[in-house]
């Protein structure tokens, strides 16, 4: 379970984070959708310990992602944008390393490897050399990576941008094989769309903050909106992030 607590988080003069608040439960796909530049990398990265708030508390399975990092680390996997894999290193190599960094090794490392190669349908791609991956390949190499270690929370930022319909098909049914296996899985969008195909809970984030939190129909109900289109645009108050 992923808990954001009145976080704060500014860059010189950019305040990207202004008191978000939501919390991601267990065995459900949440959504966290915002506009572009609305601060939801941020908020990934301050999760991931990647950054510390200037003020606020994130909590990952009730640890502190400041005070208690490592245990944090322990628990997410993370998708990042950017996907950073080795080119040099195969596929194999690239999901070994992190393995190793949580301590994994031997047999039961490669183990795991080969069971997340089958279930993300890697085939030959596994030994492969990362150099020249396409979009697609490189998407599941980088889920391979942040599953190595089984956390039971999984966090992507925009895992499906650059995918094509089948790729993002088949990463929609892995996250939800994931959620039914009672993993916490928060995921990231700036696309309405994508979040209400795939999630059972949608965080609406702008300018910084929470603007709204619930199922699509909460959201309906709380705009008094008849869709969710129309809910988003009066949450945030624009069209940003409709593909009209
Ligand atoms: N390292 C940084 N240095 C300076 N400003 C930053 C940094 N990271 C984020 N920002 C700023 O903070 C704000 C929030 O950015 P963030 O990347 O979190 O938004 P986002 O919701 O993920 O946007 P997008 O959908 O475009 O990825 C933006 O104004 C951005 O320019």
Redesign the pocket.
Known sequence: MIEARGIFKS??T?A?LRGASFTAPDAQITGLL??????????LRILATVFKPDGGTALVDGFDAVSSPRAVQSRIGVLP?NRGLYPRLTARENVRYYGRLHGLKGDALEGRIDDLAGWLEMGTLIERRAEGFSQGQRLKVAIARALVHAPGNLLL??PTNGLDVMSTRALRQFLRRLRDEGCCVLF?S?IMQEIAALCDRIVI?AD?AVAAEGTAEQLRTATGKASLEDAFVAVIGSEEGLLL
């Open positions: 860059f010189g950019v990207a915002g506009p572009n530049g609305a601060g939801k990398t941020t908020l944008d930022d925009e990231s700036h984030i910084g």
